[in-house]
């Protein structure tokens, strides 16, 4: 029987155990934090309708559980310098699955968990890997006091993973010199209307960027700065622009963010033992939410390459689409930070013809979230 070894109890890490259980392989999870952790800020709020069909199709329930549990704003809409010049409202979601569900990591994390323990998924908490190896019949990971083996590990250790790095694997590509402030405010008493708004140029904070973006029990606000001197200042003191933004809202978390644009070099080792899923994979930056939600994409064709017997074509189907979502995520980055006069110029006469040629407004919309990436799954 084929036993799997999952690393990491991060929300991929999760998805990889409920898929595993589903196909009736032998698991275990090692976790290096405690069971009881509090796992801090909104983080991955956006659970795209795929993500929730695969949750649900591992462990029935759960894609409609999240998707109740979450919020699906009603509109979304885009200004400039204080000035509408976008504005979308959807219409009624058809079918089961809404077409989203915004809320916050941890509620997703807590779902996954208890469905775990549902369907009695071993897992070790408080247990660091230190390290991992790989031969043709199987792989084993160590920690503190011995080794956990297996027929095949699924790495899923997030970002600064020991066990790619352990199987020598590199994580390559760059990170942005710009910073983002990210804080999450708790729901004013009298809630504002659920919708995504964009702000190029906010008034209130000197022209910066503002995405402001709904979810179960608040929002999220990521504010563009311009480097690291800036966001420690903005992040040092946010109640002092957040009213102006989001008014009457209270300040629950705050942190900045670099953004990374980084792929592994190969998504599995050399034996074909050790498969590499989530951000131990690949780090985009958020726009277009394809993070979370490529790392679930991930997480279940690990599984099935590993009962199915194509853990190199996983690591090829699964290296292309990060590669693709790292790009496409790299372009609406790109555009927010409009380095280059062109881009400048571009985004300026868009916001002047807005008014009167809606398309306009809808590219300054969507390019923030970069092209839609078709033929491949997030
Ligand atoms: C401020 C912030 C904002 C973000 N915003 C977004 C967003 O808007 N949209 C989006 O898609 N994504 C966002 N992300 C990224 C998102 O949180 C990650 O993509 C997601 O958590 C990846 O899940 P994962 O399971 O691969 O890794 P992780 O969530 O990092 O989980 C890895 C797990 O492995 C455990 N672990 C690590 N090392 C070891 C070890 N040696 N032994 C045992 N266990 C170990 C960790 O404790 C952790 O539980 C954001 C992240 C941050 C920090």
Same mark, same amino acid.
Request: charged share 20%; glycine share 8%; proline share 0%.
């Given at each position: 029987m084929r036993r799997l070894v999952i690393v990491g109890a991060g929300p991929v890490g999760l998805t990889?155990?409920?898929?595993?259980?589903?196909?009736?392989?032998?698991?275990?999870?090692?976790e290096a934090d405690p069971r009881a952790r509090v796992r801090p800020g909104s983080r991955a709020i956006f659970v795209h309708r795929e993500s929730l069909r695969?949750?649900?199709?591992?462990?029935p329930g759960l894609?409609?559980?999240?998707?109740?549990l979450g919020l699906v704003w009603g509109a979304k809409r885009t200004l400039w310098a204080g000035r509408e010049v976008y504005e979308r409202v959807y219409g009624p979601t058809r079918g089961p699955f809404p077409p989203f569900s915004s809320l916050p990591q941890s509620l997703l994390?807590?779902?996954l968990r208890r469905a775990c323990d549902r369907a009695g998924v071993r897992v070790h908490w408080g247990v660091r890997v230190t390290g991992a190896v790989s031969g043709p019949d199987g792989a084993a990971v160590r920690t503190g006091d011995g080794r956990i083996e297996g027929t095949h590990?699924?790495?899923?250790? !997030?970002?600064?993973?020991?066990?790619r790095d352990s199987v020598g694997i590199a994580l390559a590509g760059s990170s942005s010199g710009t910073d983002f402030v990210v804080v999450d405010v708790h729901d004013a008493q009298r809630p504002l209307k659920a919708e995504r708004v964009l702000h190029y140029r906010h008034p209130a904070v000197d022209g910066r960027n503002v995405l402001l973006v709904p979810f179960r029990g608040g929002w999220r606000i990521d504010l563009q700065c311009a480097g690291e001197r800036e966001?420690?200042?903005?992040a040092a003191d946010p109640d002092a622009w957040v009213a102006d933004v989001l008014p009457g809202h209270r300040v629950a978390w705050v942190s900045r963010y670099r953004f990374h644009q980084r792929v592994a070099e190969r998504f599995a080792d050399g034996h074909g033992r050790v498969l590499l899923a989530g951000d131990a994979a690949h780090l985009f930056p958020p726009f277009g939410a394809r993070g979370m939600n490529s790392g679930v994409a991930d997480a279940v064709a690990a599984v099935d390459a590993v009962v199915e017997g !194509?853990?190199?074509e996983y690591a090829t189907r699964r290296r292309a689409a990060a590669v693709a979502n790292c790009a496409a995520a790299g372009r609406a980055c790109a555009h927010l930070l409009a380095r280059r006069w062109p881009e400048r110029v571009r985004q300026r006469a868009a916001?002047?013809?807005?008014p009167v040629w809606e398309p306009a407004g809808r590219w300054l919309d969507t390019a923030a979230f970069g092209p839609r990436v078709h033929r491949v799954r997030y």
């Open positions: 990889a155990a409920l898929a595993a259980h589903h196909r009736g392989l032998d698991v275990s999870v090692v695969l949750l649900d199709r591992i462990s894609g409609l559980e999240l998707a109740d994390e807590e779902r590990v699924i790495a899923a250790d !997030g970002a600064r993973s020991v066990v966001s420690a200042a903005f !194509g853990v190199q916001a002047l013809v807005a």
